[in-house]
């Protein structure tokens, strides 16, 4: 069993780009999952044809208050770590979008004033595609937090497929709770960046990120031929593994463009696909021991 | 009246706080009493989430008739400042508390 985590500092290096062409590739010869955990604007979806097998409403639990039985302590805004309740003179204001669904308020109120309700977040789809099983969450639109939508969708794949070996997931971008989340359960971690300075600034960030989580990661450079040679004597310099480098390329962007996979046309990202693939077989090896 | 504006210091002189939620002070002026009070909100910096509805909280204690301020409250703040009784005046945060004062006699501040 290995669970793979495509990442990035930067947004728009091709995390998407390479999480649906390895999954796709992949899945040619072995069942793989891939999950776009990209939840505030999963795009995987557009480059995976498959049939929908399901769909599922995802929810929240946040408090909702009573204000007949309510006494009013404040006990429940004190307990608040987020800020979420507010207390004014005769009534208690909860602030579902603050909420992290601790429950503490609730199980703590002594009138029981602050029941757990579901509020709707976001849905989840399922597609197959042969050996493909594709799964994408949506965060509602309001909605702040992705974090919670997130676990929940972690939680479905590794329940519902638990049988299968190879699990990908497309990652928010940046460094923040979303990505630590999507992450933190993940054998290896991909960080793809591009060659520019910007990809590097935001790449040390993301390795930073890496290194704290205690993460076994590579990197993969995207675009490569742009940009200078920064990034990789940075990898060198830091020891950290350059897995692949896909070249730059207008064939490539052409066929993004059109939603279309790339490794059938274009040999050049095949090749540097077949390194990565390589490289998951060894830690598969390694892992499965 | 009270009038609260949010502020970067304690003096008339000191610069408008911008920012609602995030304000360094509120000073607080009776216009009945000639009176004047500061409260300081700086710790909020320490606050990661939410800042918004607790400044909120902290102002209503204060049952002010008006605000002035900067850019107005976001929308969490808004829904606690909407459970009281106070006019609010934004635009006012390239002034110090004494100008936005003026101003806001004068008419020329707009309610948010």
């Keep these: 069993m290995i669970k793979i985590a495509v990442a990035s500092g930067k947004g728009g290096t091709g995390k998407t780009t390479l999480s649906t062409n390895l999954a796709s590739y992949l899945a040619e010869t072995k069942p793989v999952v891939l999950t776009d955990l990209d939840v505030e604007e999963p795009n995987s979806g557009l480059f995976i044809n498959g049939e929908l097998t399901h769909h599922e409403n995802k929810y929240k639990m946040v408090p909702q208050w009573k204000s007949d039985s309510c006494m009013l302590c404040g006990n429940c805004r004190e307990v608040c770590n987020f800020h979420a309740i507010v207390q004014l003179v005769d009534q208690i204001m909860v602030f579902p979008q603050l909420c992290h669904s601790c429950y503490a308020c609730s199980e703590l109120c002594p009138s029981g004033s602050l029941p757990m309700t579901p509020e709707k977040m976001g849905e989840l789809q399922e597609y197959q595609s042969g050996n493909l099983h594709f799964i994408e969450s949506k965060l509602d639109v309001g909605q702040e937090q992705a974090v919670p939508l997130i676990a929940q969708t972690l939680r479905y794949v590794d329940e519902k497929y638990s049988e299968v070996n190879l699990k990908i997931y497309d990652s928010p971008p940046g460094t923040s709770c979303p990505v630590i989340e999507a992450t933190k359960n993940a054998d290896l971690v991909i960080l793809i960046t591009e060659p520019t300075p910007f990809g590097l600034h935001d790449l040390k960030l993301a390795v930073e990120t890496m290194r704290e989580l205690n993460k076994r990661f590579v990197v993969v450079i995207n675009r490569y031929g742009i940009g200078n040679d920064d990034v990789v004597d940075y990898c060198m310099s830091e020891n950290i593994t350059v897995a692949a480098k896909i070249p730059n390329s207008r064939e490539i962007a052409g066929l993004y463009s059109q939603g279309r996979l790339l490794y059938n046309d274009v040999p050049e990202f095949k090749a540097e696909l077949d390194k990565i693939v390589d490289f998951i077989s060894d830690l598969d090896r390694e892992v499965g021991l | ?112």
């Excluded at chain 2, 700086?42 to 204060?62: D, M, N, S, V, W």
């Design chain 2, 1 to 112: 009246m009270k009038i609260v504006f949010t502020s970067e210091g304690t003096e008339w002189d000191s610069k408008i706080d911008p920012r609602f939620g995030r304000t360094d002070y509120f000073f607080i002026y009776d216009d009945e009493t000639k009176g004047i009070c500061t409260v300081d909100n700086r710790a909020i910096a320490e606050t990661a989430h939410g800042a918004g509805p607790q400044t909120a909280q902290k102002l209503f204690e204060l049952k002010p008739d008006v605000l002035i301020t900067g850019n107005g409250p976001g929308g969490n703040a808004a829904r606690v400042l909407a459970q009281g009784n106070v006019k609010i005046y934004v635009g006012a945060g390239d002034m110090t508390v004494k100008e936005a004062y003026d101003a806001y006699q004068k008419g020329e501040l707009k309610e948010f």
